[in-house]
């Protein structure tokens, strides 16, 4: 059996495996697409100590560095079931049976997309999902935030610091989000609130020129010219496979203390399919760490 078996190869499962095999121990990785939400950012400027990097090099640096260590990465290999019986054992979709004294859930999460034309064409092309992350990248242009929601109307306020405008869009008759946000949100000069919205089509040519909705109410459309989209409608973990097998929260994320530990024996959990409060790839980083190391003192306690 392996001494810890990492679920997911983003940063979260990489950084895992690394102080995870750093102890001597039997590690590995299974992944489904190693690297996850990274392989699909264009330009990354928030990797402290990195001014500037790109997606697939940050992957390529991170495989690099897993493979310097004996981690048997097993990449393209989903996992379905989990089960605690004397070992933990997680069953692949190929049918393989992998069994572990520990084991670290770092299966990442994936942006809800709105599902209109555009949005696939001009991702990294004026089509956005994480403001903390390209906020910058829009200073001075005119930019929406799609949902109404807290994370939609937190986007909104952070935009609009950095943007020349916001418009918001949400579907709902009323934004969902906490009143606090609302009430700052009406208080910038430089955001326009639309409810009723259904957001219809993202335009553009080689980039995003524009957003068109539906008047809910007249059934009217209308056109925004601008250059960039967030969208905010949701965060999923990929965590459904879990079933019952460990305590997640309403949003489905698994709620973890503060080694990484999962109400489960044994398995601990880090990065975007948890509980975090914050997801991004050094914090993904860090708690990756946290749970390799609370994986560590079960062994040595068990
Ligand atoms: P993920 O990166 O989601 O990795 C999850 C891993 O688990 C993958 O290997 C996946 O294949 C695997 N997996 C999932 N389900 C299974 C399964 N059932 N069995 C086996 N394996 C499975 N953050 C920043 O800090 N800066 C940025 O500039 C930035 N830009 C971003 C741009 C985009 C377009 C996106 C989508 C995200 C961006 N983020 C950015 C967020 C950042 O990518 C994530 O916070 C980070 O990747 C989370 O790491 P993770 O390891 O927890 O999960």
Known sequence: PYDVLVVGGGPAGSSAAIYAARKGIRTGIVAERFGGQVMDTMSIENFISMKYTEGPKLVASLE??????GIDVMNLQRATRLEKKDLLE????????????SLILSTGARWRNVGVPGELEFKNKGVAYCPHCDGPLFEGKRVAVIGGGNSGIEAAIDLAGIVKHVTVLEFAPELKADAVLQERL?????????VNAQTKEITGTDKVNGITYIERETNVERHVELEGVF??????????????????????????DRHGATNVPGVFAAGDCTDSAYKQIIISMGSGATAALGAFDHLIRN
């Open 64 to 69: 690099e560095h897993v493979k310097e260590y």
């Open 90 to 101: 997680l069953e692949l979709e190929n049918g393989a049976v992998l069994k572990t004294k």
């Open 186 to 194: 009406a208080s910038l000069p430089n955001v326009t609130v639309v």
């Open 231 to 256: 969208v905010q409608i949701g965060l999923v973990p990929n965590t459904d496979w879990l079933g019952e097998t460990v305590n997640r929260n309403k949003f489905g994320e698994v709620q973890v």
